[in-house]
């Protein structure tokens, strides 16, 4: 059964409960259940209601949760979440930016923080954010959405301040200058800027003539500028070697 089949299944048999006994509370499920009244009854509660799709009672037992604990991953994460379901973009904010100073590879609070982020015209931390969840080497391995959405919030960031460039991407990234190359290499890449692709990739054969990397993006840059030749002559490089 899938995960969401199986939420309405759970949404909907809790609410025939009430129906049938007009009294039956979540109290009595926890009863029911023998869950101990500590921290694994706030967790169970706010997972609960977030099904539910009670938020404010999720966000009550989080902030118990959170007093209790005031590092806890589930609940930063989870507070976090709620408050952007519920558009309050400020407090997801906070509360994902405690979370990434617990876990700064978390792609979870990476992607909400940079999207929270974006909701409220932050452009320049929108994509950080976004940078990191890619990799500060571009991943491939991510989804189209999520690039897409990378190369909207740098073209928005750029329109916002007039003045925001690769450069000042690379500086808030601190990316070291032998990462720099490859780095500008994939940005360009994404962006469709094949040219100014091809102006590192040159720069990184100089450094490295078979550099398969270099070789890869400069025969797929050129495929899509329909330079089918220059194209076909570096992918048979990359095989000799």
């Known amino acids: 059964m899938g995960d969401e089949l199986l939420k309405n299944k759970l949404i909907e048999a809790f609410n025939m409960c009430i129906n049938s006994t007009n009294t039956y509370t979540l109290e009595d499920l926890e009863n029911l259940l023998k869950i101990k009244q500590d921290t694994a009854a706030l967790k169970f509660r706010r997972k609960f209601n977030f099904i539910i799709g009670n938020y404010e009672d999720a966000i009550i037992d989080l902030t118990k949760l959170i007093d209790i604990e005031p590092n806890s991953k589930f609940a930063l994460r989870y507070r976090g979440e709620t408050y952007y379901l519920m558009k309050r973009y400020k407090e997801a904010i906070i509360d994902l930016t405690k979370l990434i100073d617990i876990e700064p590879n978390s792609k979870f609070a990476l992607r909400y923080r940079g999207e929270a982020y974006h909701l409220t015209e932050r452009y320049k931390e929108a994509i950080i954010d976004l940078t990191k969840l890619l990799g500060n080497e571009l991943s491939d391995d991510v989804d189209e959405l999520l690039k897409k959405k990378w190369i909207k919030t740098f073209n928005m960031c750029s329109n916002a ?81």
């Open 161 to 241: 301040t007039n003045t925001y460039t690769l450069e000042d991407l690379e500086n808030s990234l601190k990316i070291k200058q032998d990462s720099a190359h490859k780095f500008r290499v994939k940005f360009n890449f994404i962006m469709a800027r094949y040219e100014e692709a091809i102006i590192d990739i040159t720069k990184l054969l100089d450094i490295e003539p078979n550099n398969k990397f270099a070789l890869r993006y400069r025969a797929d840059s050129n495929y899509l500028m329909e330079k089918y030749k220059d194209s076909f002559n570096d992918v048979n490089k990359i095989t000799e070697n």
